[in-house]
């Protein structure tokens, strides 16, 4: 019997401290919750600009002033989408038959590819390119355009067509926090046709100063990104 008692003592004596020291083990740590996904330090995003900009090139006389607005999404800050739309609404053209400069609008779909640079893609220089429409709008003097009767009447007459475009560029974007800016320069090149869409004298004046227009279009801007 006290063989018996000696035992269950030494027992206890072993197990209590086990015990004891189970009982005040730290929790398991949780593992952390992952991040939102990034290229490095750059997380996924929206960007918006709006900008002006001037137009110059081979198809235009003078620089001229335009205006615009972007809008983007950068999956991981490095390849995404973008929507642009500018406006000229004196584009210089040389041409005795204008009765005043023409507006020249284009809307683009573009592919765009960034490269975040510094903590947080601060700085993201980045290249853009696609297609979309070239719209020309011209006001011309009827005595220089084609009449039927053969007279020439007195006035203007408003041309306005459309052609499929193509535009690439390439600039760069800078951020402190969601405010920053956008710069680029940018290529656009309407598409050449050889025969008439319009019937009237009017279009097709118009869709020949259209045919194969190309300029470039410097642009800067205050841009959000979120």
């Known amino acids: 019997m006290r063989m018996s008692a000696y035992v269950i003592t030494a027992v206890l004596s072993a197990g209590l401290p086990a015990a004891a020291r189970a009982q005040s083990a730290p929790p398991a740590a949780v593992p952390p919750t992952s991040p939102a996904p990034t290229a490095g330090e750059t997380q996924s995003h929206w960007t918006v600009t709006g900008f002006v900009g001037s137009n ?9 002033v335009a205006f615009g607005g972007q809008a983007a999404y950068l999956w991981r800050g490095v390849i995404g989408g973008e929507a642009i739309a500018d406006f000229a609404p004196s584009f210089k053209l040389d041409n005795a038959i204008l009765s005043e400069n023409p507006r020249t609008n284009s809307y683009m779909a573009n592919a765009i590819f960034a490269l975040p640079l510094g903590g947080g893609g601060q700085v993201q220089p ?23 009767t053969g007279t020439f009447p007195t006035g ?41 869409q319009s019937s009237t004298a009017v279009g097709q004046f118009t869709e020949t100063l259209l045919s194969g227009l190309e300029f470039w279009r410097a642009n800067i801007g205050i841009a959000v990104r979120w």
């Open 56 to 64: 110059f090139g081979k198809s235009t006389l003078d620089p001229s």
């Open 126 to 148: 980045y290249v853009s390119g696609g297609l979309g429409g070239i719209q020309l709008i011209a006001k011309a003097n009827n005595f220089g355009l084609p009449h039927p």
């Open 156 to 196: 203007t007459s408003q041309g306005n067509q459309f052609k499929l475009g193509t535009d690439v560029g390439g600039g760069v974007m800078a951020f402190t926090g969601m405010i920053g800016f956008r710069a680029d320069v940018r290529y656009y090149k309407a598409s050449t046709d050889t025969t008439f």
